[in-house]
């Protein structure tokens, strides 16, 4: 198998199914209960924590676990009325149906707006979310996120980051993310099982949120009903998963150099390969890039038909311009980005980890050349 789809998704760490499988097998207390077996299982938890915010710069406190970005995201939006967003961001912000649309240069122009304008759309987004990505998942640019969170701050908004794609492919210290109020991140980006994922909240907030005076400042949960994560994530922990997600985000984070400079050559030797071929292709990217992510676009084809034909040769790779239900449709960030309608269809994004060769990506390229001749 020539698996070429990490963006998506991950293989699970060795260590991480081992450990998964201990915790099923002799730790499978409730961390809520007091008798020491339960005891135990929370200490689990409490040492992910540790390990995890390690990882990203951060302290213990601020970690809350969740079942991956999809729940931190709709949590995020949760904590306003409206939510402002980027034309980049995962469709489960996107197509929120309290989100918004803004191109980037929206907060610029409206800061510069005359006062009493700026007075009262300062009143209007208090109560809002400013949402903004860090890293593209369909074309891996690295967007510099501060100065739009600087703004949304003048504004008063809540500001959030999903950092899901970012995790091991850029370093993360969150003190250089000053104005960010939360970020969501996602464990089968990094080798952990699908379902379970965490929350950063600043301290920020968190001071905030837990001042008795401040009762306006009050976090909203997603989830209600039980005193977990400090009464803001109910439910009784995956005490299995966090365990092993602390393993891989630990061991990602650590390999993110080597990560970087085995993509870094990967991502040249496909540039390459595609340039001594036949295709007919447009590169998709912005000013920074995560090595990882590869994206180009194929011109007159529907990346999806060859995407299935390339599975029935046991190669795996990535697109962006199918829905859920196989019917076709253009990425919302290759319009925005103003990819020719020609090859806006043909989207193939090749994502890169470790454990990817040169030969992969050799043998790829020459079956998506194939391919592409056969339907042309």
């Known amino acids: 198998m020539i698996y070429l789809d990490n963006a998506s998704t991950t293989y699970i760490y060795p260590e991480v199914i081992e450990k998964i499988y201990d915790i099923l097998k002799n730790n499978w207390g409730n961390p809520s209960n007091i008798y020491s077996f339960g005891f135990k299982s929370k200490e689990i938890i409490d040492g992910a924590r540790i390990t995890i915010a390690k990882c990203i710069g951060a302290k213990p406190e601020n970690i809350f676990f969740t079942s991956g970005s999809s729940e931190g995201n709709a949590w995020a939006l949760k904590q306003g009325t409206k939510c402002l967003c980027s034309p980049y961001e995962h469709h489960n912000i996107t197509e929120n149906a309290n989100s918004i649309i803004a191109d980037e240069d929206y907060l610029e122009r409206t800061l510069n707006q005359d006062w009493t304008t700026k007075s009262y759309l300062k009143q209007e987004y208090k109560n809002w979310v400013y949402s903004h990505m860090l890293v593209s998942n369909e074309t891996g640019e690295i967007f510099d996120v501060n100065p739009l969170f600087k703004q949304a701050k003048q ?221 042309q």
């Open 155 to 375: 504004l008063e908004m809540f500001t959030h980051c999903d950092m899901t794609q970012a995790l091991s492919n850029v370093p993360i210290y969150m003190d250089k993310f000053p104005d960010v109020d939360m970020a969501t991140f996602s464990g089968h980006k990094v080798h952990a099982p699908k379902g379970v994922g965490f929350v950063y909240i600043s301290d920020k907030v968190l001071e905030k949120h837990y001042d008795e005076n401040k009762p306006e400042f009050r976090l909203e949960p997603l989830i209600y009903g039980g005193i977990q994560e400090r009464n803001l994530r109910a439910g009784t922990e995956n005490i299995a998963y966090i365990a092993g997600l602390a393993i891989a985000v630990d061991r990602a984070t650590s390999e993110g150099m080597l990560k970087n400079i085995t993509c870094i050559h990967l991502r040249q030797f496909a540039k390459e390969k595609l340039n001594n071929s036949n295709l007919d292709y447009y590169i998709v990217e912005g000013k920074h890039n995560i090595a990882s992510t590869f994206t180009f676009c194929l011109k007159n084809i529907e990346s999806e038909v060859i995407q299935n034909m390339l599975s029935e040769k046991n190669i795996f790779i990535g697109t962006g311009s199918a829905c859920g239900d196989g019917t076709m449709s253009v990425s919302e960030t290759l319009k925005y980005m103003e990819v020719p309608i020609e090859y806006i269809h043909g989207e193939i994004r090749l994502s890169f980890d470790l454990t990817t060769t040169e030969e992969d990506i050799d043998t790829a390229i020459n079956a998506i050349e194939e391919c592409y001749e056969q339907l």
